[in-house]
C-alpha cells in the first residue's frame, strides 16, 4: 500500500535560517506526484510546491525547494531564509495511483515553529 | 473568485444529534472529498466524489454519509454513530485528475461534541 512517513512531530527554527522538513513514500507505482501543503493556524491548506516522479530537476518555488532522492524514496521541504510567518503545520501528500481513483494521501505532519 | 466555502467555520452537536457540514465550490472541478484531522494523525479520507451522484467510502467513513446531487456541492453529515465525531473537517475538491496543484481546500469546520 502507498504510505508516505513524516517522521519529525516538530521543528525548531531560527528566523533567517534554514530547515529542512523530511518525507519519505512508498509506492510501487512508477508514476506519482509529491506534494506539500502548509497549515497555518487558521486552518487552511495552502499548496507550495510539487514534484512529479518523472521531472528531471528538483522542484522550487520560491523559498522552497524538494530535495527528491528517487532512490531513496524520499523528497524534502527545504524553506530557506526562514521568516516568523513560516510557523505552521507542513503536510507532505503522495497521489495516489492515477488508475485508481487519483486521490492524495497525506503524512501526519511536522508542525515547523520559527523563533526570533 | 473562484475557491470552496466550508460553513459553518465552528459547530457543535449534542451527543446522539446528526449535524451536516457544507461545502461548496465554484471552480467546476469534478471532484469533492472530504478529510477528517485529529492532531497528531495527519488528514484521513472519509468520503470522495469524482462524478456527480456518485460517491466512494474513504478510510475512516463509518458513521459518516454524503451526497453529490450537483457538481459544485458536496454536504457531510456526521450522524450518532459517530462515537468519536469532535475533529477539525476539511473538504477540498480538484478536476477528475489530480494535477500539478493538488488540491484546493476549504477553510474548514471545528465540530465539537458537547
Known amino acids: 500500500a502507498q504510505k508516505i512517513t513524516q517522521t519529525q512531530p516538530g521543528m525548531f527554527v531560527q528566523e533567517k535560517e534554514a530547515v529542512t522538513l523530511d518525507c519519505t513514500y512508498d509506492?510501487?507505482?512508477?508514476?506519482?506526484?509529491l506534494f506539500w501543503y502548509k497549515q497555518p493556524s487558521s486552518g487552511e491548506m495552502i499548496f507550495l510546491i510539487y514534484q512529479g516522479s518523472y521531472d528531471q530537476q528538483n522542484a522550487t518555488e520560491g523559498r522552497y525547494s524538494l530535495n527528491f532522492q528517487k532512490a531513496r524514496k524520499s523528497a524534502n521541504l527545504v524553506i530557506s531564509a526562514s521568516q516568523l510567518g513560516d510557523s505552521a503545520m507542513y503536510f507532505c501528500?503522495?497521489?495516489?495511483?492515477?488508475?485508481?481513483?487519483?486521490?492524495?494521501?497525506f503524512g501526519t505532519g511536522t508542525r515547523l515553529q520559527v523563533f526570533p | 473568485d473562484g475557491g470552496i466555502t466550508q460553513s459553518p467555520k465552528y459547530l457543535f452537536r449534542k451527543e446522539g444529534q446528526n449535524v451536516t457540514l457544507s461545502c461548496e465550490q465554484n471552480l467546476n472541478h469534478d471532484a469533492m472529498y472530504w478529510y477528517r484531522q485529529d492532531p497528531g494523525q495527519g488528514l484521513r479520507l472519509i468520503y470522495y466524489?469524482?462524478?456527480?451522484?456518485?460517491?466512494q467510502k474513504g478510510d475512516i467513513a463509518e458513521g459518516y454519509s454524503v451526497s453529490r446531487e450537483k457538481k459544485e456541492s458536496f454536504p457531510l453529515t456526521v450522524t450518532s454513530a459517530q462515537k468519536n465525531p469532535t475533529a477539525f473537517y476539511l473538504c477540498a475538491s480538484s478536476p477528475r485528475t489530480v494535477g500539478r496543484y493538488g488540491y484546493t481546500f476549504g477553510s474548514g469546520t471545528r465540530l465539537t461534541v458537547v
Open positions: 509506492t510501487s507505482d512508477p508514476s506519482y506526484g
Open positions: 466524489s469524482q462524478i456527480v451522484n456518485d460517491f
Open positions: 501528500a503522495m497521489r495516489e495511483a492515477p488508475y485508481n481513483t487519483d486521490k492524495l494521501i
